[in-house]
């Protein structure tokens, strides 16, 4: 997979990352070039001629940039300067710097058959990204972020994290180089095509190393537990058989931006 992206950015926006101190900030929106390799592997036990029990896994392991890496390496080695760096200290490809990193993510669900068309659905998901020589950070569109209506629901998308930041000034697109994310929802029949859920999510994103200019973004062992953002509520579903439009709502339980005794 090949992806170019070049910044264009509102020149508001422009002036606010200008003000930051906040070099992984910078580096996100910067333009960049990944040349990534993808492998995928998906287990699926559902069988749609019978309502039973089953289990989904899927695995995602992505490298990108390292390839490229190498050849610039090999050829240097070989005829010296053939490839430079810019004054950021990276290679580029045709004059933008590439990202070169290594990425997995998880996903595992099971669906508890119940009496009638209930059920209760348990996921968990996990994953780490390690950016590498060429380029500082992960890119924008390859970090983790949590929030949102396919994470944790009683928050905006990547408003949450990492850890217990907390910005008020810098308060969206918060993401990171990891993730933790649970889920638990009972679904029942309320009327023909209408049904509804309860849900409970819990997650949230760290950095694997610690950043001044974000105090509390990094994942340590001692203190991850009481980052864990908790958000729970109720939806409803119209099932259409072939769609689903699906209704939301979710207050938070437990906010780590916020300090334990408050």
Do not use: C
Not at 189 to 205: E, Q, R, S, Y
Not at 237 to 259: T, Y
């Amino acid at each position: 997979v090949i992806n170019f992206v070049k910044v264009n950015l509102d020149p508001s926006f422009k002036t606010l990352l200008d003000q930051t101190q906040n070099q992984f900030i910078k580096y996100s929106f910067s333009n960049h070039l990944t040349t990534s390799t993808r492998y995928s592997f998906t287990y699926n036990q559902q069988d749609l001629k019978k309502q039973k029990s089953f289990s989904f896994f899927r695995i995602n392991l992505e490298s990108s940039g390292n390839i490229l890496r190498g050849l610039y390496n090999l050829s240097n080695s070989i005829t010296p300067n053939t490839f430079v760096k810019d004054n950021q200290d990276r290679y580029t490809f045709l004059n933008i710097a590439y990202s070169q990193y290594l990425r997995s993510d998880f996903d595992y669900r099971y669906y508890f058959h119940l009496k009638g068309n209930a059920k209760t659905v348990l996921r968990f998901a996990a994953g780490v990204g390690k950016p590498l020589a060429n380029f500082k950070v992960l890119p924008f569109e390859r970090s983790f972020f949590s929030g949102g209506p396919n994470g944790l629901r009683a928050w905006q998308s990547r408003t949450i994290g990492p850890g217990s930041y907390t910005n008020q000034k810098f308060s969206y697109d918060r993401f990171g180089d990891g993730q933790l994310e649970a889920n638990i929802e009972h679904r029942f029949k309320i009327f023909k095509m209408l049904n509804g859920a309860f849900f409970i999510d819990a997650g949230n994103v760290w950095l694997q190393k610690p950043d001044a200019s974000r105090p509390g973004g990094d994942f340590k062992l001692d203190r991850f537990y009481k980052e864990i953002a908790v958000g729970t509520g109720f939806g409803l579903r119209m099932d259409f058989n072939f769609f689903i439009i699906r209704l939301d709502w979710g207050i938070k339980a437990h906010d780590p931006q916020f300090s334990e005794n408050k």
